[in-house]
């Protein structure tokens, strides 16, 4: 199981991941459940209300490589 990719549409995630976020964010929830984990995880539209990246390798980060890399992330978007 991959548990850190660059953000959202890192191609590591699948389209099946990409797919529940996307219905989450359709029906304005904030988060989705992960089946693979059981672990809920923030959407990008959530995760951008934040207003800056974390640092914390968020599955969705929104963020461009200056944001994450400003913010100490281990991965990069490329």
Do not use: F
Not at 37 to 49: C, F, I, N, Y
């Amino acid at each position: 199981m991959t548990t850190k990719g660059y953000g959202h549409g890192d191609p590591v995630w699948g389209r099946h991941l990409l797919a529940l976020h996307d219905s989450a964010v359709q029906i304005a929830r904030a988060m989705y459940l992960d089946p693979e984990t059981g672990l809920w995880v923030q959407t990008s539209e959530t995760l951008a209300k934040n207003g800056a990246c974390c640092g914390k390798c968020c599955r969705h980060c929104p963020y461009d490589r200056a944001a994450q890399q400003a913010a100490g992330r281990a991965i990069l978007r490329p």
